[in-house]
């Protein structure tokens, strides 16, 4: 490794501050978000976390260009420990953790100015800050841990602040509830994997990755414990990358902000996934390691891909989207091909970054989520309908943009079996139907009440919007200036067959969803064959009813008997003997008779008979 | 010289505020109980400076005999297990004179009992003789009596007497077991030191002594005994008829220090002068603890899906967060003591944080009862920094990471793995349980709109939020930094654990 400048130096020493500044930002933002001053109105709150997270970007950015082509370092800070139990975080500089960073530091300045001119008029501005602050901390810090256990910690605060941010808009029912799914089923994910990981410490020792992988190379567990193990790691990311069955908090959580959907979308997904490519070591102790996630990820993959199309509302018909692409990046993650999916985790991000900054404007300017109200938006909100079209062609395998590399990668590698190229044709080709679907309903078509008088937005959502058009067009140029399709030895091959089969697949799902949505082949609303069939898409496989059928029926039932217990028999009980004594003394009451010899009488039998027992147990004590 | 101090300084400010003279007012008797308390708040502060964690010997030992004839000797002393124990009691004694009501009647026999209870709790963790003990656990009730039977709720009556005979009964059973360990030990002493020699030796050499019979009987005294006090299901229904009764200040102390107790208790008197019948009976505890888990966690969920009091909800929680204790006490290795330790100091901070906040919320709404409350983070006429106090309260009791809890519970979980690994992870779902009760709570009370019956708040002054500040802050600082807890007791809790091995 060459030396290093003293500042840079520096900065590697201080890498943890990079999580920091987000941390600080949010908190600096308290007394405007409590209500503490109020005289400057929310904005200063705003500008300070631009600049802790341009800081952060700064940090970081300059760290990826001296760490570029370097090898990885390692920072251990110890944290407690107890007797011959420690406790330590680690934290990893590569090129790909810092670039990870980065990422997240660059989506979330592009949130934060999108979220200016987005909650412009919303009294809760400083709040939303504080809350952005915090959710780019511990994502940051997420992509440099090189400890599970300090994964852990940042995936419960990033649980944390998405209850918050969803819940942003508290005084409204739907947001209240979202909220508080999406903290509980990330929840259950998350305390399933911190089972996981108390076994994996007493397992290993050890709770860093590095340790942890060469740990599992001579790593002797019981085939039970191994899948066991494989299961509770896996639950973690599977509620944060919204894979089936965990994956109603995603749709839920479309009722928060849209600057917070963008994060959540583009990036707070990655995180969970990027948890598991960390974890791929271990999880192939178990033959259920790769089993899992490619099962739950095709689940996901083609059952999202088709709830997303029978969505009327703006977000959630994109947010369904990103469970399905999630899907496919658990099926590489399964397949062991970590280099595919990030690949596809970074395309994706980008991508879905600038449909959400397009669909943002819409959102705000029609006052509705509802894509039957909508049409004929392209004519009013051109750069919302540019960055909607450039995100597509990001999104799907048409162009070669974004996914398309991605995908192409998946079709090159030699190890992906046929079937998962089966599901990837599939995914890329709803996907494609479902974008020019909502491009037909929202942008195209003719206008409506609500769309009549939307205007184009206002700058501090054009930047974004314009920046992040420019970022997904500059996505084939990142890839090879910085070699990431040739992780792989050799060059990127194209094998001809498949190559058509992909470009087709978007082109088929292109033509469908122009065909219906934009030239009406279809009347509309479309109705398919069979209403059940609608239904059961519409209502995303009525996941939410299963939950209340299920878990949510038995908690429910097991709080209602312990009620029950506890007041009609513990309880009872008690009151019982208390009644009991109390009536007892009352009828005692009337034995009193008065004459001396009977009282004498029952002291003495009393007496005598305590003598007796006191001195059975003394016996048997001491003899 | 020093712990004698904390023992006498409230009892000596007791009298000065119940006996003085002239005429004392509710100001004037908060004052003179404030200053007491910076008094304590010194002392501790000595203490502090004293102490040496890297020895597991009791430290600043005071010993003279009382009464020979009885073996009862004056002996107070410090170690690891009690120190984070007694600086926990300085603080909470604090935020509770602090966040007595103003105006409050009969002001100066509250404040002196309020001090008789700091000193009989100061006096439990302090003593190193078992009869002294049992006085000052004897002590600390009659306070707490009429502490909840005069400035409670409309139930008091039935409440402090339920909590009373309960409690009493609690100490008959734990006499029963220390007369009964002295004297079939045949020491005509009660020195804890002496008697933890003897329980070391006997673990060496085991059934020589004692009988196994007979140790399991008194440990199973000691078991119930502090059962009641923990409190574990179930053995707990006084508790929350005592927490919904009681007021604020004194639900603080009771969640906070009283009920630690009941865990210090089995530590020191159950696993540190049985290890041998404690190995024993392991497996039980640790089903014990499940039981007391997942009964406290279910019950609460229940009172917040009734739309409930929200003082009962926080009091099953404690039910609940105290069975991790005895789940890491049954497993007794050096990690999951030390969790244990943790979870109390956690767990007094983090209760004492949440009665607080429900006191602030019923003084200013005048109602605890979800199905009555909603949207009161309301930034204009609603409650947003207890919200967002409340929000860090409950979070932190959920165990997320960043605040006490967590590692506690991480330290409890991953020290008792290896030894019960089913118990354990059912005892997680208790964790995933805590989440779901007070979600409830929270969106209940918190979110949702503002109703026109609690429009209009009184405005919440920064004396109202300063309490709950500083106990936000500790628990925030030892979420993050651990090692500044773990430091103090480490060298005892790894000294417990080694004397008892529990065979998995």
Sequence with gaps: ?623 | MLLSLLVWIPVVGALAIALWPGEVNATRARQAAILNWIGLVVVTGAIIGQFDPNTQQIELVESFSWIDRLGLSYSLGIDGLSFPLVVLNTLLVGIAIFSTNEAISRPRFYYSLMLLLTSGVYGAFLAQDLLLFFLFYELELIPLYFLIAIWGGVRRGYAATKFLIYTALSGILILAAFLGLAGSTGFASFSYDRLRDFAIAQASAPDSLLPIATQLLLLALILVGFGIKIPLVPLHTWLPDAHVEASTPISVLLAGVLLKLGTYGLIRFGLGLFPEAWSQIAPLLAAWAVVSVLYGSFAAISEGLANGDMKRLVAYSSVGHMGFILLAVAAATPVSLMGAEFQMVAHGLISGLLFLLVGIVYKKVGTRQLSALSGLFNPQRGLPVIGSLMVLGVMASSGIPGMAGFIAEFLIFRGSFPAYPVHTLLCMLGTGLTAVYFLILLNQSFFGRLTERVANLPSVSWLDRAPAIALSIPIALFGLQPSWLAYWSESVTTALAVSTRISP
């Design chain 1, 1 to 623: 490794m060459t030396a290093l400048t003293p500042v840079t130096q520096w900065l590697t020493q201080t890498v943890w501050l990079a999580p920091c500044y987000g941390l600080i930002g949010a908190l600096m933002t308290l007394p405007w978000a409590t209500g503490t001053i109020r005289r400057t109105g929310p904005r200063p709150a705003a500008y300070i976390n631009l600049l802790m997270t341009v800081l952060a970007a700064v940090h970081g950015g300059w760290l990826f260009r001296e760490f570029w082509g370097q090898e990885a370092q390692y920072l251990t800070f110890h944290w407690l420990s107890v007797a011959d139990f420690d406790l330590s975080f680690v934290l990893e500089l590569s090129p790909l953790s810092l670039g990870a960073m980065e990422l997240v530091t660059g989506m979330s300045l592009i949130a934060q100015v999108y979220a200016l001119g987005y909650l412009e008029k919303d009294w809760g501005l400083a709040r939303f800050f504080a809350m952005m602050g915090f959710f780019e901390a511990a994502m940051s810090g997420l992509a440099i841990s090189d400890s599970l256990l300090l994964s852990y910690c940042l995936l419960e605060m990033l649980t944390l602040s998405t209850y918050l941010i969803v819940g942003f808009w508290y005084a409204q029912p739907l947001a209240v509830t979202g909220a508080r799914d999406a903290f509980l089923t990330k929840r259950v994910g998350d305390i399933l994997l911190l089972m996981g990981m108390v076994a994996l410490s007493t397992f290993s020792g050890s709770l860093n990755f590095s340790d942890l992988a060469e740990w599992a190379q001579t790593a002797q567990l019981a085939d039970w414990q191994a899948g066991l193990l494989a299961i509770a790691l896996i639950a973690g990311p599977t509620g944060k990358c919204a894979q089936f069955p965990l994956h109603l908090w995603l749709d839920e959580a479309m009722e928060g902000p849209n600057p917070a959907s963008l994060m959540r979308n583009s990036i707070v997904v990655a995180c969970g996934a990027f948890v598991l490519i960390k974890l791929a070591p271990v999880l192939a102790l178990s033959p259920l390691g790769s089993a899992i996630p490619i099962a739950l990820g095709s689940m996901t993959a083609i059952g999202a891909s088709l709830v997303a199309i029978a969505q009327i509302d703006i977000k959630r018909a994109l947010s369904h989207t990103t469970s399905a692409y999630l899907g496919l990046v658990f099926i590489a993650v399964g397949l062991q091909q970590t280099d595919v999916a990030l690949l596809l985790l970074l395309t994706h991000a980008i991508a879905k970054t600038t449909l959400f900054t397009s669909i943002g404007g819409v959102i705000l300017n029609t006052s509705t989520q509802d894509m039957t109200q909508m049409g004929g938006l392209w004519s009013k909100m051109p750069a919302s309908t540019m960055a909607f079209v450039v995100g597509s062609m990001g999104m799907v395998a048409l162009l070669p943009l974004g996914a398309f590399w991605a995908m192409e990668r998946w079709l090159s590698e030699p190890a992906m079996p046929g079937w998962s190229i089966t599901i990837v044709l599939l995914v890329n080709g709803l996907t494609a139907l479902n974008l020019t679907r909502v491009f037909g309903l929202v942008f195209g078509g003719s206008t409506q009440p609500k769309t009549r008088r939307a205007p184009e937005v206002t700058w501090p959502m054009a930047v974004p919007i314009v920046s992040s058009i420019v970022l997904t067009l500059l996505v084939p140029l990142m890839l090879e200036q910085w070699q990431l399709l040739l992780t792989r030895v050799g060059a990127l091959q194209f094998p001809v067959s498949e190559t058509i089969a992909l470009i087709a697949s978007a082109a088929i799902g292109a033509t469908i969803g122009i065909s219906i949505y934009s030239f009406g082949a279809v009347a509309r609303p479309v109705t398919l064959p069979l209403p059940a069939l609608q239904d059961l898409l519409s209502y995303d496989f009525y996941i939410d009813r299963i939950y209340r059928l299920t878990i949510v029926w038995v908690v429910g039932a097991a709080a209602r008997a312990t009620a029950w217990v506890d007041r009609y028999v513990i309880d009872g009980l008690v009151n019982l003997v208390g009644v009991a004594t109390l009536f007892g003394g009352e009828g005692l009451k009337y034995s009193t008779s008065g004459r001396s010899q009977g009282y004498v009488l029952v002291v003495l039998i009393s007496v005598s008979t305590m003598v007796v027992l006191a001195g059975w147990s003394l016996a048997q004590l001491w003899f």
